[in-house]
């Protein structure tokens, strides 16, 4: 197997579930940190910023730097300011979404926006959703960080970004724009910054929605490890396979 510049590792399902870490994923990152390679870390997950995301891997021994953190939230960010440039937002989500629009100076209203962004809120209720469908109806630009159904943790599985997303579409009628994995967005922002070549990176990930489509819609190379949602059984039956499989990431090793 060939050495990569740039392993771009998803974080639920990948390096952790929850708020515990997958041993052989530390290990192989440790691994690679040794080596002189620093990993890049590409979440859909759109709650944390890059500071707390930073701070939850270093609990789990995995020491990085924020700039090598990118989230979903700071894709979306990024994508309204440059396709929306001057509208005002109105958001649902965490501190990580709104510290994104705000890096990106956009101004959040709670009145009628131009554009609405919907990330990921573990406080989600029948309000947030009501108003958020009426702002759709009212004209708003519809973007989701991402469009995930369900994410594991250290219980099972858990409803993802993209069921909410998936409701306000079906009572709208109009489908969200989304950011995140398996769109290229992110992985586009992350060559961008940090100047890499394609031949050179390697999309990490246990989703094959997400992960792997993410990878292969940018035109690198793809990694499937078998801890998270999609089981390495089902993802040899598809139609686009990833470049590699592997049942955990010390077999990489």
């Known amino acids: 197997m060939k050495a990569y510049k740039a392993y ?9 579930k929850g708020s515990e870490p997958i041993p052989s994923a530390v290990t192989f990152i440790h691994e690679l940190q040794k080596n002189g390679v620093e990993p890049f870390f ?57 510290a994104a629009l705000l890096a990106e100076n956009i101004r959040i209203t709670k009145e009628q926006p131009d554009v609405l962004v919907q990330g990921i809120d573990l406080e989600i209720n029948y309000s947030k959703i009501e108003n958020a469908c009426y702002v759709v109806q009212n004209g708003a630009q519809f973007i989701a960080t991402n469009g995930d159904l369900k994410f594991p943790n250290e219980k099972g599985f858990a409803p993802g970004n993209g069921s909410i997303a998936e409701l306000i579409h079906t009572v709208t009628g109009v489908a969200p724009t989304y950011i995140g994995k398996p769109q290229p967005h992110m992985l586009a922002i992350l060559q961008q910054l940090h100047g890499l070549e394609k031949e050179d990176m390697l999309m990490i990930g246990d989703n094959y929605d ?44």
């Open 8 to 16: 771009c590792f998803d974080l639920d399902g990948t390096v952790y």
């Open 210 to 253: 997400t992960d792997i489509l993410a990878g292969i819609n940018f035109g690198i190379d793809t990694l499937h490890v078998n801890t998270g949602v999609t089981p390495t059984d089902l993802v040899l039956k598809k139609a686009q396979k990833p470049t590699f499989t592997v049942n955990s990431l010390l077999d990489w090793l």
């Open 42 to 98: 590409v979440t859909n997950n759109a709650r944390m910023t890059q500071r707390q995301a930073q701070q939850k891997l270093q609990k789990m021994g995995i020491v990085t730097s924020e700039a090598h953190i990118l989230t979903s939230a700071i894709a979306a960010a990024k994508y309204v300011s440059k396709h929306y440039p001057n509208a005002t937002v109105q958001m649902i989500g965490e501190e990580g979404l709104k």
